[in-house]
């Protein structure tokens, strides 16, 4: 059991039944009684927020959170299929579930998947990833648009902006968290 002083960003606790993480939090102490608790909590499973003030007595459960390591095989439609590498047990995710993800997931790549008693909540990538470039347009020496990058797409389809020098055939290295180029990658 938490109490309403452990409360922190990030923190992830249960209510009623379902999991939320703590997205920001605020502690106030007034000149009398007790101190108070302001959080924003985002549920793990739907998405919605939630906005309350609890007192230094409210308590919160811990929510039956479990981390796997999972190998992605392939896609089929809107499914996208896992495979737990100790278990060899086999689990689908949905275009939704895995959101802005699916811009860095190649096959075979091993990624945490993270799970509520059965159910699979969310995934969390390597935070570098490399990936081929398939589609980049020449850059013109002596372009003066103000600008030092030009837009690339790699393998999985995702577009970003990269330097003049990145050409297709190149790997690139990306950050997963901004989607940022990070740098040439070579073999």
Known sequence: MYSASDL?????VQIDGEPYIVIDFEFSKP?????LYRTKMRS?????????TYRSNDKFEKPDLEE????????QDDEYHFMDTSSYEQIFLTRDQLGHNLNYLIDNMEVQVLFFGDRAIDVSLPTFVNLEV?????WVKGDTSGTDTKPV???TGYVLQVPPFVEVGDRIQ?????????????D
């Open 8 to 12: 922190r960003k990030g923190l992830k």
């Open 31 to 35: 000149g009398k009684g007790q101190a």
């Open 44 to 52: 793990m499973i739907s998405g919605n927020q939630l906005v309350n």
């Open 68 to 75: 796997r390591t999972m190998q992605f095989l392939y896609s």
């Open 134 to 138: 398939t589609v980049a347009d020449p």
């Open 153 to 155: 797409t790699v393998e």
């Open 174 to 186: 990306i950050d997963t968290r901004s989607g940022d180029y990070i740098t040439r990658v070579k």
